[in-house]
């Protein structure tokens, strides 16, 4: 498209919103890919915008700020965690109706289009948590399908005598998960530590807390310095973790 | 609109982005005046009026991430969401008003109407707008009064008018570039390609 006189008077329609008709595709597909036209497109909405000010500002009534102020929380939240499996479909059908909608100048169209930019940015977080989510998930289930997977037995201890766990870990990918249960809520600033013992001496293996029903699954971060796991054992520690164990030990293994 | 203004909205966008309440009453503070005049200039009733600033704040909390500091200014995007959903409802009850718009000349009686008290800033880019506006040729000015404040496309200008189409669209497209000419150096930085 032709930066001419025609081009102009398609910028000046979108900058007012008007109607654009069968020229509408053809003007998203060029301003998509043209940062000249995007420019004269900001300059031309702030032109017509200064129409504004010949318009009297009247003074809103005193309680709509609050009315407004007060519904905020009604307003959805941007990100809430979903459920993977259906993110992906979401964020597909938004982006298709995305698609669908370029080049449509509708007023009602374009502001439907702004709230769907809007929504899709949020699944775009939300499917960005699924994909770590899933990532996790490949990760235990490498470790636990690995033909080389040991499966350790952890006992409650101090503390907590009725606290249960297993450790598999797998000496090829180094990695270790924990499925431990009847563990305490603790209270807030600390956390739970893994410790592998390797020569004798613990290395930490990565914090974790428990749910609310004292559940915790956990994979250990990478442990590529360890030759040979001897044994594993969990303390309690301050949120974050510590280089060597200061807390009490709360789950306690031996290696079969 | 002075960079001063602009950015200080801008920063009020990223802590609504944040959801911080106060900010969303502060942006509130800034604007509501101007944005519930231009509601009102377009749908003629106060509580229509009301409606349609509420429904673009809660907009605003909802999409403020939405916001693109490159594609214009803050005020802008507020007169623009305004705007589309006041023209959104005019459009709505067309059928029955389409013989009897007002003109668009006048100001439309406001009930309540008073001026919102502005700081010096605001004051010295409303008269670069309006000194702008003033300058245009009456016949380009209308067409853009009736574009920006009815939703008027080229056809219907042309028809309520009895002007040819062509000539509409000429005066639409001028009248805007004149526009953008006389207040571009007072737009903030990023809002034109100089």
Redesign the interface.
Known sequence: MAHN?RF??LV??R?????MGADGAEFARHLAGCP?C????????????????????????PD??R???G??TE????VARPRPSIVPWMLAAAAALLVVIVGLDD??L??QR??L??RT?DLSARLASAKQDLARQDLRARVLESDDVRLLFLGGKGPQPDARGKVFWSPKAKRGVLLAGNLAVLPSGKQYELWVFAKGKPVPAGVFDADSSGRAVFESRDLSAVDRAENFAVTVEPAGGVPAPTGPIVLVGTPS | MSSDIAKADRALISRIEERDADALGLLYDRHAGRLLGLAHRIVGETGEAEEVLQEVFLWVWRSASGFDAGRGTVLGWLLMATRSRAIDRLRARRPALRAGLRAVETVPDAPSAQDVEADSATRQWENVCRSAIAQLPDEQRRALELAYFEGLTHQEISEKTATPLGTVKTRVRLGLMKLRDSVRPYLPPGTHGT
Not at chain 1, 15 to 19: E, I, K, M, N, Q
Not at chain 1, 40 to 48: G, I, K, N, S, V
């Open positions: 006189e102009e008077e000046a329609l900058a007012l919103g008007l109607p000249e995007e420019r004269l497109l900001a300059e031309l909405r702030e032109a017509a915008a200064t129409l504004s000010t010949t318009v009297v500002p009247l003074a809103p009534p709509l700020r009315r407004i102020l519904s905020l307003a959805p939240r941007a007023a009602r374009r502001r702004e709230e930019r809007s940015d």
